[in-house]
Nanobody
Framework: QVQLQQSGPGLVKPSQTLSLTCTVS??????????WSWIRQPPGKGLEWIGY???????YYSPSLKSRTSISRDTSKNQFTLQLDSVTPEDTAIYFC????????????WGQGTQVTVSS
């Protein structure tokens, strides 16, 4: 069973870059079984897809966030990272990493979630 552990700051100032890391254990980030994904949930709203990276380093980003988003992998550390540039208070949300089982199009495993608040 894959385990995902998130790390990163809970408070980011407006216009700065939000950076979160997801460390994978009990599995390898080089597997082709999953797309390594980021999702967020703003307060009082539903889940919002941010994007994912595949085992071949192809990426997909939500059109609404594409211009500010970068997802990358570090195979030596078994980690993948989200960077969201030029954040505003509207980016305040709980951020999750997750594995997307692309055969079933189902999110199998989730990180614990990180509350990120954008505020000066």
């Amino acid at each position: 069973q894959v385990q995902l552990q998130q790390s990163g700051p809970g408070l980011v100032k407006p216009s700065q870059t939000l950076s979160l890391t997801c460390t994978v254990s009990s599995g390898s980030i080089t597997t082709n079984a999953y797309y390594w994904s980021w999702i967020r949930q703003p307060p009082g709203k539903g889940l919002e897809w941010i994007g994912y990276i595949t085992h071949s380093d192809s990426t997909y980003y939500s059109p609404s966030l594409k211009s500010r988003t970068s997802i990358s992998r570090d195979t030596s550390k078994n980690q993948f990272t989200l960077q969201l540039d030029s954040v505003t208070p509207e980016d305040t949300a709980i951020y999750f990493c997750a594995t997307l089982n692309w055969r079933l199009w189902f999110l199998d495993y989730w990180g614990q979630g990180t509350q990120v608040t954008v505020s000066s």
